[in-house]
């Protein structure tokens, strides 16, 4: 079974530029999820997608980051501008569905450096 | 306050010695809990987690963890590490209610031959 897709695996970029993030779930997994991983930190959830719906997007900073999920499959989060703060890995990883029993399976992550 | 707290950054330990890494929440409630591994170079893949039912779970490699309601805590551990247990190490609480992982800040293991 192929796991969470994601690209680019590392991406620099200096401060106010744009990025994109994209990410390919598990097929047939209805739940993607966006986390950042500050150096030093656990990974804390950006964005909970249900499907294509949007079920928890409570601590993404809406000013400057999006996401979206198109057709309920792949996604992709958006940093407009970054920040020197905005430099983490990105993690993406999706559940079969979005029960509190539901594992949830990861990516590899993309590695941001913002200069 | 940090909501999941992991006591150790670093643990340093030789092959065959025992492991115990702490992990507690500051949840009341009903609580499921989880521990992450991320070796070298790989992603976040699930050593164990606990729903309902005996507080003592096993995981993949060996690993064991202990719920302690009392406590608020779920610490994980290993009788005998090998070198290949290297890695780091998140413990991760979902609170009833609320499907949302929130991790700690985790723990980094080396375990030298």
């Known amino acids: 079974e192929a796991g969470v897709a994601q690209s680019p695996r590392y991406k620099i970029i200096e401060k106010r530029q744009s990025v994109a993030f994209w990410c390919n779930p598990i097929?047939?997994?209805?739940?993607l999820y966006w986390y950042q991983q500050i150096l030093g930190q656990g990974p804390k959830l950006l964005i909970q997608?249900?499907?294509?719906?949007?079920?928890?997007d409570s601590q993404l900073p809406k000013d400057r980051f999006s996401a979206e999920r198109l057709k309920g499959v792949d996604s992709t989060l958006k940093i407009q501008p970054a920040k020197l703060e905005d430099s983490a890995v990105y993690l993406c990883?999706?559940?079969?569905?979005?029960?509190?029993?539901?594992?949830?399976?990861f990516g590899p992550g993309t590695r941001l450096t913002v200069l | 306050a940090q909501s999941v707290s992991q006591h150790n950054h670093h643990v340093i330990l030789s092959e065959a010695a025992s492991l115990e890494l702490g992990c507690n929440y500051s949840?009341?409630?009903?609580?499921?809990l989880f521990w992450y591994v991320q070796y070298p170079g790989q992603h976040l893949q699930l050593l164990l987690k606990?729903?309902?039912?005996?507080?003592l779970v096993k995981g993949i490699k060996g690993f064991e963890a202990e719920f302690i309601k009392s406590k608020f805590s779920f610490n994980l551990r290993k009788p005998s590490v090998q070198w290949s247990d290297t890695a780091e190490y998140f413990c991760?609480?979902?609170?009833?209610?609320?499907?949302?992982?929130?991790f700690g800040a985790g723990t980094r293991l080396a375990v030298h031959p």
């Open positions: 990883a999706s559940s079969l569905l979005a029960g509190l029993t539901d594992t949830q399976y």
């Open positions: 097929s047939g997994h209805a739940t």
């Open positions: 997608f249900q499907n294509n719906g949007v079920v928890d």
């Open positions: 949840y009341g409630g009903t609580v499921n």
């Open positions: 606990y729903f309902s039912g005996d507080p």
């Open positions: 991760a609480v979902i609170r009833g209610g609320y499907n949302k992982l929130i």
